[in-house]
């Protein structure tokens, strides 16, 4: 299933299915975008990232789609284990180059896994 | 070995008191960073350093006072602690352009 909402998003899946979790991103110059995953009492850990000019990159049982187009960007987990139970963030690299370089992050989406 | 370490974990505090927060990192990296979670999980940057020179200030209130010591080091100084800044304060570095940062384990600021 996919999360929508204003405020923090929450995504319910059963332990071994599939997680689908979206962002929407603002700017179309951004040209760099990570996610987060932030597990209760604990600081973001980078989970995966790409670079604008590529729509997809693969991980250990993680693959980050990113559309342009539509200014989109999704984060599939397959086989999806409690241990995956966490806040998700995208963030985005809006802050231009050199020094003044920034990561802005997205609102976060709570990932709920039942055993 | 912690490659961002922040101290303290937990700090609460009365109204109006002067606080601050340390964060070292062993990363190697030139810039450090200064974030603000909210009750809403949501993470917002309040600086950045960028070996030891400040280079972003988010319109963040002058009570809050960054200093960066050397380039590992990136500590927040808050004076006259109000209500509205409890929060979780994060503390990142970053290798530049296009890497991804590297957190901390975030400081639970309560003001009471």
């Known amino acids: 299933g996919e999360s929508v909402g204003l405020h923090l998003p929450t995504l319910s899946v059963q332990e071994g299915d599939n997680s689908i979790i979206n962002c929407a991103y603002s700017?179309?110059?951004?040209?760099?975008f990570i996610w987060y995953k932030q597990e209760s009492g604990k600081g973001p850990q980078f989970i995966i990232d790409i670079r604008s000019n590529m729509d997809k990159r693969q991980g250990q049982r993680v693959t980050v789609l990113l559309n342009k187009t539509v200014k989109h960007l999704s984060l599939q987990i397959a086989a999806t284990q409690p241990g995956d139970s966490a806040v998700y963030f995208c963030?985005?690299?809006?802050?231009?180059?050199?020094?003044?370089?920034?990561?802005?992050f997205g609102k976060g989406t709570l990932l709920t896994v039942n055993p | 070995d912690t490659a961002v370490s922040q101290t303290p974990k937990y700090l609460v505090t009365q109204m109006g008191n002067d606080k601050s927060i340390k964060c070292e990192q062993n990363?190697?990296?030139?810039?450090m960073y200064w974030y603000k979670q909210d009750s809403k999980k949501f993470l917002k940057i309040m600086f950045s350093y960028n070996n030891k020179e400040l280079i972003i200030n988010e319109t963040v209130p002058n009570r809050f006072s960054p200093k960066s010591p050397d380039k590992a080091h990136l500590n927040l100084h808050i004076n006259s602690l109000e209500l509205g800044d409890s929060a979780v304060y994060f503390c990142?570095?970053?290798?530049?352009?296009?890497?991804?940062?590297?957190f901390g384990s975030g400081t639970r600021l309560t003001v009471v």
């Open positions: 700017n179309s110059a951004s040209d760099y």
């Open positions: 963030a985005e690299n809006k802050g231009g180059g050199g020094s003044n370089y920034k990561l802005t």
């Open positions: 990142a570095s970053g290798a530049g352009q296009n890497y991804g940062y590297t």
């Open positions: 990363l190697g990296h030139d810039t």
